[in-house]
């Protein structure tokens, strides 16, 4: 799967349209996430800009339960949420697995290998058999292939959601790979 993600991410530089993408130094290994509160105000700001943001301007971004929220200093927010391990409910869609809830990239790092850094922040022992999991809103996405960032770092499409809207996409445990070292994007 490493050899794999990192096949995908050379093709993505050769690709005509991504030109200006290249690797990042050498001294640069690997991203470096700050686990943060549903409540810093850092996160707070870059998840206001994300569609599916509720309420900009409130405090928190981030669903009750059990949380791992990341901020990337260079302008990232991603948030795993599942439901409280204790409390004796289940999520809506009846998957037992971390949910990616937000995922903001305004970085020059690609989204794909900012992903792939995120789930190192999953304990494999506290994961459900569904593994991980997103839903991806269609219409409110700027690409023609909504989804794709998870799909080059990994992921699958595993169906709808109940109001068939959104894309879910899932990526299980065993198939998870190593980090890779960041590549830069051209914007």
Known sequence: MVLQAQNLLQARRKDPHRAGEMELSDQVSHIIWQRVTKFDSRTAAIADRHYSRRKVGSTQFMPPGETIVLYYKL??????WRPHPNSEISSMNGLDGWTCTIFRNESPILSSSLILEAEAYIDT???GPDGLLTYVWDSRVKSCNPGYCFKCAGWTVKGRSAD???TLLQKLLTTMAQPQP???RHT
């Open 75 to 80: 302008g990232a927010v991603f948030g795993w």
């Open 125 to 127: 022992a506290t994961c």
């Open 164 to 166: 068939k809207r959104k």
């Open 182 to 184: 960041p590549v830069q």
